[in-house]
């Protein structure tokens, strides 16, 4: 009896065990997410949170009326990832590496968050002599995205196979008025890459050899570390990010919200809202230098032009980015330029 007993004993303990190593698992798994609060606490300093039709929150920075996501202010860097997009904005760990950017008429550009991390979301275009690229629309997987944006001229940035890959390639972007003809002949850079940890899909963007080969250029790939905080640190070969994974508001239970939110019918246009936030504007500062000749065939689409020279052992988030306190002579530098060839 006491024999059977044991048995049984024995293998009601083998039966449960999985379960408890299951809940085990999931309680990490659970720990490892963070929630859409982070995204709105954290970016909170920097914008405004506005409730917009058709997309619940959505995030319109503090930026220059001429400002682009993926174009002002940053620069490609090829990753085991694929092209990841480096941002000189403090903030830029999350917008430029989750969700999607889309255009407004009146307002601009604002961000829609997404729980995905990618190196970028942005769709990809080769022409003879160019490479291209612009925002993904919000809602609409790779596959859909490689047909869209491309009546959207003024939202494509397009470079010189010489240019691609150079620390202050927003020096460098030919005139809008060419891209019509550049995209009607260019084809669709559609190599993905799987992220098996998170489940996720993302385009590469141009294939290294090809990359090497037509640009004359020897590209090394740098190592993406994970950050422990929000922000990004670059040292040579090695990049530092915060990416964690993120649940999704449709997923957890319960409701996450901005401390502050606009009503999207008091948002101001961009060159309105520059006056109202201009003392607490992240400017890229310690590198800045004032090019204001423009190369034939080349657009200065942007408020500056910035050349992104990232010290080793130094934080993407100090070195070019002044929250609040800008001297006179900075100001000074800071005013809007004519916009040549635009």
């Known amino acids: 009896m006491k024999t059977l007993f044991k048995i049984g004993a024995v293998l009601f303990i083998i039966y449960i065990h999985p379960l408890f190593l299951v809940q085990s698992l999931s309680a990490q798994q659970q720990q ?43 620069q490609w860097v090829l990753t085991g990832y694929g092209w990841t997009w480096v941002s000189a904005y403090s903030w830029g760990w999350a917008p430029f590496h989750y969700g999607r950017w889309d255009y407004d008429d009146y307002y601009g550009w604002f961000w829609v968050p997404d729980s995905e991390w990618g190196p970028s979301w942005v769709v990809w275009r080769k022409a003879h002599g160019y490479y291209g690229w612009a925002p993904m629309s919000p809602g609409m997987n790779i596959a859909m995205n490689f047909n869209s944006r491309y009546e959207d001229l003024k939202h494509w940035n397009f470079v010189q196979y010489s240019d691609f890959g150079k620390s202050n390639i927003d020096n460098y972007y030919v005139n809008t008025f060419t891209h019509r003809k550049i995209i009607r002949n260019s084809s669709v850079i559609n190599n993905k890459n799987n ?35 929000p922000g990004q640190v670059l040292d040579n070969n090695r990049l530092e990010l915060y990416r964690p994974l993120v649940e999704s508001n449709r997923v957890i239970n319960q409701r996450c919200a901005p401390s502050e939110i606009t009503d999207f019918r008091d948002v101001k246009s961009p060159k309105e809202r520059v006056e109202s936030f201009r003392e607490n504007t992240i400017f890229p500062k310690d590198n800045i230098q004032d090019n204001t000749q423009v190369l034939p065939g080349r657009s200065r689409r942007i408020y500056r032009q910035y050349r992104l020279q990232l010290p080793r052992q130094q934080s993407i988030q100090n070195i070019q980015v002044q929250e609040r306190g800008l001297t006179q002579k900075e100001e000074q530098l800071h005013q809007p330029m004519n916009r040549q060839n635009k």
Do not use: C, H, M
């Open 32 to 74: 490892d997410y963070i929630s859409f609060q982070v995204f709105y606490d954290e970016l909170s300093p920097y914008g405004l949170w506005v409730d917009y039709p058709n997309y619940d929150y959505v995030w319109i920075p503090n930026v220059d009326a001429y400002f682009a996501p993926y174009s002002t202010a940053g």
């Open 195 to 229: 992220d098996n940890r998170r489940n996720t899909t993302y385009i590469f963007g141009p294939p290294l050899q090809q990359a090497q080969r037509i640009t004359g250029r020897t590209f090394r790939s740098v190592e993406i570390r994970d950050y422990n905080k």
